[in-house]
């Protein structure tokens, strides 16, 4: 019995340092300088409620202010069946913590911060509505 908890021991040390070695995600402040690389699709997911996550794409037309884009939502309850919203969101900009703030129509409100790793990007935050709310990730296709 001895004999196998060592081992055991050894290799769980290993996967912790390979998962702690594999890098943080760095936040990049959004200025005008780096809009062209928020242009395009993002795919990813919301939470509206702990322990649900329902899929969300996000498409940046405009990589200048005010910045354009499209925010889909899939998956939303409206009497009985699924939906998709789409929402418009006009005016983007740029708010003093660096980061992308989208006030919507149906009051919605998005605020966006950026995370880069090398090729990969992601947009991570939160969404405010008056039905929902909640966490919001995305990443770069």
């Known amino acids: 019995m001895k004999r196998m908890i060592f081992p055991g021991c050894i ?15 760095q ?15 993002w795919t ?4 509206p409620k702990p ?14 202010l005010p ?3 499209k ?10 069946k699924s939906d998709t919203e789409i929402h418009e969101l006009k005016g983007g900009k740029i708010n003093d913590k660096g980061n992308l703030l989208f006030e919507g129509r149906a009051s919605l409100k998005l605020e966006l911060s950026l995370y880069k790793e090398g090729d990969r990007m992601k947009l991570e935050g939160q969404y405010f509505s008056s039905e929902r709310g909640g966490p919001i990730s995305l990443e770069k296709k």
């Open 27 to 41: 936040k990049i402040a959004i200025s005008k300088g780096n809009l062209a690389d928020l242009k395009g699709k």
């Open 51 to 64: 322990g649900t996550t329902l899929s969300t794409d996000l498409e940046i037309s405009k990589e200048s």
């Open 44 to 47: 990813g997911s919301r939470s």
């Open 67 to 69: 910045v354009h884009a």
């Open 71 to 80: 925010l889909i939502f899939y998956n939303v309850k409206k009497r009985g």
């Open 11 to 25: 290799v769980l040390v290993l996967v912790s340092l390979a998962f702690v070695s594999y890098g943080e995600m």
